[in-house]
Protein backbone atom coordinates (compact mmCIF):
# COMPACT_ATOMS: atom_id res chain seq x y z
CA UNK A 1 0.00 0.00 0.00
CA UNK A 2 1.39 3.22 -1.14
CA UNK A 3 1.81 6.31 1.48
CA UNK A 4 -1.01 8.43 0.37
CA UNK A 5 -3.61 4.75 0.24
CA UNK A 6 -2.10 4.35 3.86
CA UNK A 7 -2.92 7.96 4.91
CA UNK A 8 -6.16 8.02 3.45
CA UNK A 9 -7.39 4.55 4.96
CA UNK A 10 -6.09 6.05 8.33
CA UNK A 11 -8.16 9.90 8.02
CA UNK A 12 -11.56 8.52 6.81
CA UNK A 13 -12.25 6.92 10.11
CA UNK A 14 -12.46 9.92 12.02
CA UNK A 15 -13.58 13.64 11.52
CA UNK A 16 -10.43 14.86 13.44
CA UNK A 17 -7.89 13.09 10.67
CA UNK A 18 -10.21 13.84 7.89
CA UNK A 19 -10.15 17.49 8.12
CA UNK A 20 -6.23 17.49 9.05
CA UNK A 21 -3.88 17.84 6.29
CA UNK A 22 -0.86 18.54 8.17
CA UNK A 23 -1.51 14.58 9.57
CA UNK A 24 -1.04 13.71 5.56
CA UNK A 25 1.29 16.48 4.73
CA UNK A 26 3.87 14.27 7.60
CA UNK A 27 3.40 10.74 6.29
CA UNK A 28 3.73 11.94 2.74
CA UNK A 29 6.37 13.87 3.26
CA UNK A 30 9.34 14.03 1.44
CA UNK A 31 8.51 13.08 -1.71
CA UNK A 32 10.57 15.25 -3.62
CA UNK A 33 14.32 17.00 -3.71
CA UNK A 34 14.55 18.86 -1.14
CA UNK A 35 16.94 22.42 -0.48
CA UNK A 36 18.69 23.84 1.64
CA UNK A 37 19.65 27.40 1.25
CA UNK A 38 22.86 28.61 2.92
CA UNK A 39 23.60 32.09 3.45
CA UNK A 40 27.64 31.64 2.14
CA UNK A 41 29.68 30.73 -0.54
CA UNK A 42 30.84 26.52 -0.24
CA UNK A 43 33.15 25.60 1.96
CA UNK A 44 32.38 27.58 5.35
CA UNK A 45 31.30 26.09 8.39
CA UNK A 46 27.57 26.73 7.64
CA UNK A 47 27.75 25.46 4.22
CA UNK A 48 29.29 22.94 5.78
CA UNK A 49 26.56 22.24 8.31
CA UNK A 50 24.12 22.25 5.72
CA UNK A 51 25.56 19.50 3.27
CA UNK A 52 26.42 16.68 6.57
CA UNK A 53 22.74 17.15 7.63
CA UNK A 54 21.51 17.41 4.19
CA UNK A 55 23.49 13.94 3.07
CA UNK A 56 22.02 12.07 6.22
CA UNK A 57 18.46 13.23 5.40
CA UNK A 58 18.87 12.40 1.70
CA UNK A 59 19.92 8.98 3.10
CA UNK A 60 17.18 8.44 5.83
CA UNK A 61 14.63 9.66 3.69
CA UNK A 62 15.56 8.51 -0.09
CA UNK A 63 15.06 11.91 -1.21
CA UNK A 64 17.69 14.31 -2.13
CA UNK A 65 18.74 17.14 -0.42
CA UNK A 66 20.29 20.02 -2.81
CA UNK A 67 22.50 22.74 -0.94
CA UNK A 68 21.86 26.29 -2.49
CA UNK A 69 24.58 28.51 -1.55
CA UNK A 70 22.79 32.27 -1.71
CA UNK A 71 25.78 34.53 -0.27
CA UNK A 72 25.33 38.52 0.16
CA UNK A 73 23.85 41.31 2.25
CA UNK A 74 25.10 39.60 5.51
CA UNK A 75 22.49 36.69 5.28
CA UNK A 76 19.54 38.81 3.82
CA UNK A 77 19.41 37.44 0.37
CA UNK A 78 18.99 34.04 1.81
CA UNK A 79 16.83 35.30 4.31
CA UNK A 80 14.34 36.82 1.74
CA UNK A 81 14.16 34.25 -0.54
CA UNK A 82 13.66 31.07 2.26
CA UNK A 83 10.65 33.69 3.74
CA UNK A 84 8.79 33.85 0.23
CA UNK A 85 9.32 30.42 -0.91
CA UNK A 86 6.28 27.86 -0.62
CA UNK A 87 5.70 26.69 2.95
CA UNK A 88 5.48 23.30 2.14
CA UNK A 89 8.85 21.50 3.80
CA UNK A 90 10.76 21.40 0.86
CA UNK A 91 12.58 25.03 1.12
CA UNK A 92 14.58 25.43 4.43
CA UNK A 93 17.69 27.93 5.54
CA UNK A 94 20.96 27.15 7.51
CA UNK A 95 20.38 30.33 9.04
CA UNK A 96 23.50 31.94 11.30
CA UNK A 97 23.34 34.83 13.80
CA UNK A 98 23.62 36.99 11.46
CA UNK A 99 21.09 35.94 9.44
CA UNK A 100 18.16 35.49 12.27
CA UNK A 101 19.47 37.91 15.16
CA UNK A 102 21.85 40.46 14.32
CA UNK A 103 20.29 41.97 11.14
CA UNK A 104 17.03 43.17 12.68
CA UNK A 105 19.12 45.91 14.47
CA UNK A 106 22.02 46.53 12.03
CA UNK A 107 20.32 46.01 7.94
CA UNK A 108 18.07 48.98 6.54
CA UNK A 109 14.47 48.06 5.47
CA UNK A 110 15.29 44.20 6.31
CA UNK A 111 12.73 42.49 3.89
CA UNK A 112 11.70 39.60 6.40
CA UNK A 113 11.04 39.06 10.17
CA UNK A 114 13.21 36.15 11.89
CA UNK A 115 9.83 35.88 14.29
CA UNK A 116 6.84 36.83 11.97
CA UNK A 117 8.14 34.78 8.55
CA UNK A 118 9.93 31.75 9.89
CA UNK A 119 8.95 28.59 11.55
CA UNK A 120 12.58 27.13 13.82
CA UNK A 121 13.19 23.34 13.20
CA UNK A 122 15.81 22.99 15.59
CA UNK A 123 19.43 25.16 16.98
CA UNK A 124 21.59 22.72 15.02
CA UNK A 125 25.29 24.32 16.37
CA UNK A 126 27.02 26.44 17.64
CA UNK A 127 30.95 27.81 17.36
CA UNK A 128 32.70 29.93 19.91
CA UNK A 129 34.98 32.49 18.45
CA UNK A 130 38.75 32.84 19.96
CA UNK A 131 40.04 36.35 20.05
CA UNK A 132 43.68 35.86 18.55
CA UNK A 133 46.89 37.84 19.24
CA UNK A 134 49.77 38.03 17.20
CA UNK A 135 53.00 36.27 18.28
CA UNK A 136 54.33 39.86 18.60
CA UNK A 137 52.21 41.76 20.41
CA UNK A 138 53.18 42.70 24.18
CA UNK A 139 50.00 41.48 25.79
CA UNK A 140 50.02 37.48 26.48
CA UNK A 141 46.88 37.23 27.97
CA UNK A 142 43.50 39.07 28.45
CA UNK A 143 43.89 40.85 31.67
CA UNK A 144 47.44 41.82 29.72
CA UNK A 145 45.79 43.46 27.29
CA UNK A 146 42.84 45.18 29.59
CA UNK A 147 45.62 46.93 31.31
CA UNK A 148 47.46 48.15 28.17
CA UNK A 149 43.53 49.57 26.49
CA UNK A 150 42.97 51.32 29.32
CA UNK A 151 46.35 52.85 29.54
CA UNK A 152 45.68 53.47 25.85
CA UNK A 153 42.34 54.26 24.82
CA UNK A 154 41.64 53.67 21.57
CA UNK A 155 45.30 53.23 20.12
CA UNK A 156 44.81 48.98 20.01
CA UNK A 157 42.83 47.96 16.96
CA UNK A 158 41.01 44.93 16.21
CA UNK A 159 40.52 43.49 13.06
CA UNK A 160 37.30 41.03 11.97
CA UNK A 161 35.54 40.39 8.83
CA UNK A 162 33.62 43.22 8.42
CA UNK A 163 31.15 45.58 10.37
CA UNK A 164 28.43 43.54 11.79
CA UNK A 165 29.96 40.18 11.63
CA UNK A 166 30.65 37.67 14.62
CA UNK A 167 33.47 38.73 15.27
CA UNK A 168 32.93 42.48 15.35
CA UNK A 169 29.99 41.88 17.73
CA UNK A 170 32.11 39.24 20.16
CA UNK A 171 35.06 42.58 20.10
CA UNK A 172 31.91 45.45 20.77
CA UNK A 173 30.61 43.22 23.51
CA UNK A 174 34.38 42.82 24.84
CA UNK A 175 34.96 46.62 24.80
CA UNK A 176 31.34 47.03 27.23
CA UNK A 177 31.88 44.33 28.88
CA UNK A 178 35.51 45.06 29.89
CA UNK A 179 34.98 48.96 30.17
CA UNK A 180 38.22 49.71 27.72
CA UNK A 181 37.83 51.30 23.69
CA UNK A 182 39.34 49.30 21.19
CA UNK A 183 39.63 50.47 17.48
CA UNK A 184 37.80 48.16 14.93
CA UNK A 185 39.16 47.83 11.86
CA UNK A 186 36.85 45.93 9.14
CA UNK A 187 38.03 43.94 6.50
CA UNK A 188 36.31 42.31 3.72
CA UNK A 189 36.53 38.76 5.37
CA UNK A 190 37.99 36.90 8.34
CA UNK A 191 41.18 35.76 6.06
CA UNK A 192 42.46 38.87 5.61
CA UNK A 193 42.18 40.17 8.54
CA UNK A 194 43.85 37.05 10.48
CA UNK A 195 46.72 37.41 7.64
CA UNK A 196 47.37 41.17 9.16
CA UNK A 197 47.30 39.68 12.70
CA UNK A 198 49.88 37.10 11.76
CA UNK A 199 51.95 39.30 10.29
CA UNK A 200 51.79 41.80 12.66
CA UNK A 201 49.61 45.06 11.15
CA UNK A 202 46.75 44.74 13.47
CA UNK A 203 47.41 43.20 16.96
CA UNK A 204 43.69 41.18 17.25
CA UNK A 205 41.01 40.02 15.92
CA UNK A 206 37.98 37.73 17.32
CA UNK A 207 37.44 35.42 14.98
CA UNK A 208 36.00 31.66 14.49
CA UNK A 209 37.42 28.85 16.03
CA UNK A 210 37.67 26.70 13.07
CA UNK A 211 39.08 29.72 11.12
CA UNK A 212 41.54 30.37 13.51
CA UNK A 213 42.90 26.42 14.58
CA UNK A 214 45.14 25.75 11.77
CA UNK A 215 47.22 28.95 13.07
CA UNK A 216 47.16 28.50 16.74
CA UNK A 217 48.32 25.13 16.12
CA UNK A 218 51.14 26.50 13.77
CA UNK A 219 52.43 28.77 16.32
CA UNK A 220 51.59 31.94 13.89
CA UNK A 221 49.06 33.55 16.59
CA UNK A 222 48.52 33.30 20.06
CA UNK A 223 44.92 31.94 21.63
CA UNK A 224 43.86 34.98 24.41
CA UNK A 225 40.67 33.37 25.57
CA UNK A 226 37.37 31.73 24.18
CA UNK A 227 33.98 33.44 23.88
CA UNK A 228 31.95 30.56 25.13
CA UNK A 229 30.81 30.18 28.53
CA UNK A 230 32.75 26.43 28.56
CA UNK A 231 35.76 25.96 27.21
CA UNK A 232 35.93 24.75 23.98
CA UNK A 233 36.44 20.91 23.27
CA UNK A 234 38.74 22.18 19.95
CA UNK A 235 41.12 24.30 22.68
CA UNK A 236 40.85 23.05 26.19
CA UNK A 237 44.13 24.93 27.35
CA UNK A 238 42.27 28.11 26.39
CA UNK A 239 40.40 29.75 28.85
CA UNK A 240 37.09 31.79 28.41
CA UNK A 241 36.45 35.17 28.38
CA UNK A 242 35.02 34.60 31.69
CA UNK A 243 37.84 32.55 33.50
CA UNK A 244 39.93 35.40 32.42
CA UNK A 245 38.27 38.19 34.40
CA UNK A 246 35.09 39.46 32.16
CA UNK A 247 32.22 37.94 34.07
CA UNK A 248 28.91 37.07 32.57
CA UNK A 249 31.29 36.80 29.46
CA UNK A 250 29.28 35.18 26.35
CA UNK A 251 29.44 34.91 22.60
CA UNK A 252 28.52 32.26 20.20
CA UNK A 253 28.47 32.07 16.20
CA UNK A 254 25.38 29.80 16.00
CA UNK A 255 23.65 27.88 12.97
CA UNK A 256 19.78 26.36 12.84
CA UNK A 257 17.40 25.08 10.97
CA UNK A 258 14.29 27.04 9.97
CA UNK A 259 11.22 27.04 7.12
CA UNK A 260 8.87 29.24 6.10
CA UNK A 261 6.53 30.17 8.76
CA UNK A 262 3.08 28.55 7.12
CA UNK A 263 4.57 24.97 7.02
CA UNK A 264 3.04 22.88 8.41
CA UNK A 265 3.27 21.79 12.21
CA UNK A 266 3.48 17.93 11.36
CA UNK A 267 6.45 18.84 8.80
CA UNK A 268 8.27 20.38 11.11
CA UNK A 269 8.57 17.96 13.76
CA UNK A 270 9.08 15.40 11.43
CA UNK A 271 12.04 17.43 10.43
CA UNK A 272 13.36 18.07 14.09
CA UNK A 273 12.85 14.71 14.83
CA UNK A 274 15.29 13.36 11.90
CA UNK A 275 17.72 16.66 12.44
CA UNK A 276 18.40 16.11 16.18
CA UNK A 277 18.58 12.65 15.97
CA UNK A 278 21.53 12.81 13.06
CA UNK A 279 23.32 15.24 15.49
CA UNK A 280 23.42 12.24 17.74
CA UNK A 281 24.98 9.97 15.46
CA UNK A 282 28.98 9.51 16.63
CA UNK A 283 30.43 10.38 13.15
CA UNK A 284 28.52 13.24 12.73
CA UNK A 285 29.20 14.81 15.98
CA UNK A 286 33.02 13.83 15.84
CA UNK A 287 32.73 15.77 12.25
CA UNK A 288 31.33 19.29 13.79
CA UNK A 289 33.64 19.21 16.77
CA UNK A 290 36.75 18.73 14.35
CA UNK A 291 35.70 21.93 12.76
CA UNK A 292 35.08 23.50 16.43
CA UNK A 293 31.20 23.34 16.03
CA UNK A 294 29.24 22.11 19.14
CA UNK A 295 26.13 20.16 18.26
CA UNK A 296 23.07 21.64 20.14
CA UNK A 297 19.53 19.89 19.20
CA UNK A 298 17.00 20.82 20.70
CA UNK A 299 12.79 21.44 20.00
CA UNK A 300 11.48 24.13 17.68
CA UNK A 301 9.79 26.07 20.89
CA UNK A 302 13.46 26.29 22.45
CA UNK A 303 15.37 27.43 19.28
CA UNK A 304 12.31 30.05 18.90
CA UNK A 305 13.05 30.87 22.37
CA UNK A 306 16.48 31.51 21.47
CA UNK A 307 16.25 33.42 18.70
CA UNK A 308 14.11 36.11 20.33
CA UNK A 309 16.88 36.37 23.15
CA UNK A 310 19.61 36.62 20.27
CA UNK A 311 17.75 39.51 18.62
CA UNK A 312 17.01 41.30 22.00
CA UNK A 313 20.73 40.73 23.65
CA UNK A 314 22.81 41.62 20.44
CA UNK A 315 20.36 44.98 19.98
CA UNK A 316 21.69 46.12 23.09
CA UNK A 317 24.91 45.96 21.66
CA UNK A 318 24.85 47.45 19.19
CA UNK A 319 22.47 50.19 20.20
CA UNK A 320 25.35 50.93 22.74
CA UNK A 321 28.16 50.86 20.42
CA UNK A 322 26.14 53.04 18.47
CA UNK A 323 26.76 50.74 15.49
CA UNK A 324 25.18 51.66 12.00
CA UNK A 325 23.30 50.30 9.12
CA UNK A 326 25.15 50.17 5.86
Known sequence: M????????????????ALSPAFCAAQTYPSKPIRIIVPSTPGGSVDMLARTIGARLGERWGQQVVV?????????????LTARAAPDGYTLIMATISSMATNVSLARNL??????DFAPITHVA?????LLAGTNFAAKTLQDLITMAKAKPGQITFGTAGNGTGGHLAGELLKLMAGIDLTHIPYKGSSPALI?????????????INTALPSIKT??????????????QTLPDTPTMNEAGVKGY????????????????????????????????????????????????????QFGTFIQSEIDKWGRVIKAAGLKAE
Open 196 to 208: DVISGQVPLTPIS
Open 219 to 232: GRVRALAVSGAHRS
Open 111 to 116: PYDPIR
Open 250 to 301: ESYTWYGLLAPKATARAVITKLNAETVAILKIPEVRERLLADGAEPVGNTPE
Open 2 to 17: TKVFRCAALIVPTLTF
Open 126 to 130: SQQIV
Open 68 to 80: DNRSGAGGVIAGE
